[in-house]
């Protein structure tokens, strides 16, 4: 059985879906695991959003662990952290706080699911963190808008997401499952075409994240985003990959740069798209137990 850790600030609901459909998964039997426990960066009354998030894990029953990064920061007077600046020492200090408070629980690899820190070397070290991230392996870094721009920027022809393992670097960490999909076809060259020859500042200008290409090709990764994390997770419980320190290893106990996990992903989305379940929220029977 996988023992999972759950790491989220959880900002909104996309946090709150993700937590339900993989306890769900769990709860039919369709992903052989636990959750152990559910840790998170606010505190309640932080955040509505996350207080909302908070009471969905109580309901569970799983236990919940907090340490509010704002208030741990402020009552310290410590600087914020600088984006795309090295990570100050008082974070690892933050971390290991962290690391203390979930001493008691014990868990095979944690999920980084809506966590909007970025992870210290020490906790890197400590856990084998999975994050989710939307893009291939060797695709653009950065958020999701800034990887649809620069989708948009070389008119890739392909893309994907992927689960991969959480370094000080960020989003450059071994991946572990990914799965790709077509940026063509007649929904998307269309949409292609309508930005013939403008750059990504017009666009950017001219419509913003409203851009209709933009929104399709948001649309098309968010479809698979919540069934990778479930099918990662279960592919980590069938023993299909396991994680050996900074090394994801295949079934045959080789060194492996990820597992392609696009014909199932692509297979779920289908059926989704048709109006079916996810296979998690049918009967334990249909899940093939």
């Known amino acids: 059985m996988l023992r999972i850790g759950w790491f989220s600030t959880a900002r909104g609901e996309t946090s709150r879906r993700l937590l339900e459909a993989v306890q769900a998964a769990v709860r039919s039997g369709y992903v052989d695991g636990r959750i152990e426990v559910v840790f998170c960066n606010r505190e309640p009354g932080e955040d509505a959003n996350t207080d909302r998030f908070l009471e969905q894990v109580r309901s569970y029953g799983i236990p919940l662990v907090w340490l509010s990064y704002t208030r741990y920061r402020r009552e310290r007077g410590l600087p914020p952290v600088r984006q795309g600046e090295p990570l100050p020492a008082w974070r690892r200090d933050y971390d290991r706080e962290v ?131 479930v099918e990662t997770l279960r592919a980590l419980a069938q023993g299909r990959a396991r994680i050996d320190g900074q090394k994801v290893i295949g079934p045959s106990g080789e060194e492996i740069q990820g597992l392609d996990l696009t014909p199932e992903i692509e297979a779920l989305v289908a059926a989704r798209q048709a109006g079916q379940p996810w296979p998690w929220e049918a009967p334990a029977e249909a899940a093939g137990r």
């Not at 291939?136 to 800034?146: N, Y």
């Not at 017009?202 to 209709?212: K, N």
């Open 99 to 229: 690391m203390r408070l979930l001493d008691p629980y014990r868990f095979d690899v944690a999920m980084l699911a809506g966590y909007m820190l970025v992870a210290s070397d020490v906790l890197c070290e400590r856990y084998a963190l999975l994050n989710l991230h939307p893009a291939p392996p060797g695709g653009p870094v950065g958020i999701w808008q800034e990887v649809i721009w620069q989708l948009i920027a070389v008119r890739a022809r392909q893309s994907g997401v992927m689960v991969h393992l959480a370094t000080p670097e960020v989003d450059r960490g071994p991946p572990v499952t990914y799965c790709l999909y077509s940026l063509c076809g007649p929904q998307m060259d269309p949409l292609w075409q309508e930005v013939a020859g403008k750059s990504v500042p017009q666009l950017r200008s001219e419509w913003g994240e409203g851009l209709p290409l933009f929104q399709e090709v948001r649309r098309q990764g968010v479809a698979r985003e919540l069934p990778l994390v």
